[in-house]
């Protein structure tokens, strides 16, 4: 059984900076691409950005909310991921999800992490 | 972008009720699909995906359908533990986008 657990969540003044992890066990992880996925208090979902397997090139692809403010990054031997988070705003205020990816679509969610952004 | 637009935003409805939903693209996204459910305080999860096919352990009642820019996803008999939010999305370009979701409350 996959599982995925997110951790590193919190409360962060704007401007500061977060790092969120995601572990995953159950499946290969090494050759999974992953995502983020956040969602507003009371909101929709948004896709933040992918991370592609080491042997797909490793790219990452990001939402323009967070492209150049936010990392995802992976560490195989750890079977974990990471989203690192810089120059927070309130709007990024939500639950973050560490999603699998299989075949274009969300197939295994973590249980989601809450980031808040206030002064 | 794609834009996925769904309606209703709501539904209320009985135990045994068929609900539809329906999710519409900005432009054709073949039948990269998905649609999810998520219960309050819950993450998502995965019925449907590539527009018609079941996931693993999800129940038959639910079905998906459509290609293109209009989708369905048809719950034929309701149940209590269906009363959730659900969310398409599209997987055809990046940036990854899903719908305002629709709520199915009890009516």
């Known amino acids: 059984e996959v599982q995925v657990v997110e951790s590193g969540g919190g409360l962060v003044t704007p401007g500061g900076s977060l790092r969120l992890s995601c572990a995953v066990s159950g499946f290969s992880f090494s050759h999974a691409w992953m995502n983020w996925v956040r969602q507003a208090p009371g909101k929709g979902l948004e896709w933040i950005g992918i991370?592609?397997?080491?042997?797909?090139?490793?790219?990452?692809a990001y939402a323009a909310p967070v492209k150049g403010r936010f990392v995802i990054s992976r560490d195989d031997s750890k079977n974990t991921l990471y989203l690192q988070m810089n120059n927070l705003q309130t709007d990024d205020r939500g639950i973050y999800y560490c999603t699998t990816y299989d075949s274009y679509f969300f197939d295994s969610w973590g249980q989601g992490m809450l980031v808040t952004v206030s002064s | 972008d794609i834009q996925m637009t769904q309606s209703p935003s709501s539904v209320s409805a009985s135990v045994g009720d068929r609900v539809s939903i329906t999710c519409r693209a900005s432009?054709?996204?073949?039948?990269?699909l998905a649609w999810y459910q998520q219960k309050p305080g819950k993450a998502p999860k995965l019925l449907i995906y590539a527009a018609s096919s079941l996931q693993s352990g999800v129940p038959s009642r639910f079905s998906g359908s459509g290609s293109g820019t209009d989708f369905i996803l048809t719950i034929s008999s309701l149940q209590p533990e269906d009363f959730a939010t659900y969310f398409c999305?599209?997987?055809?370009?990046?940036?990854?986008?899903f719908g305002g979701g629709t709520k199915v409350e009890i009516k």
């Open positions: 432009q054709g996204i073949s039948s990269l």
């Open positions: 991370i592609k397997s080491k042997s797909d090139g490793g790219t990452t």
């Open positions: 999305q599209q997987a055809y370009s990046f940036p990854v986008t």
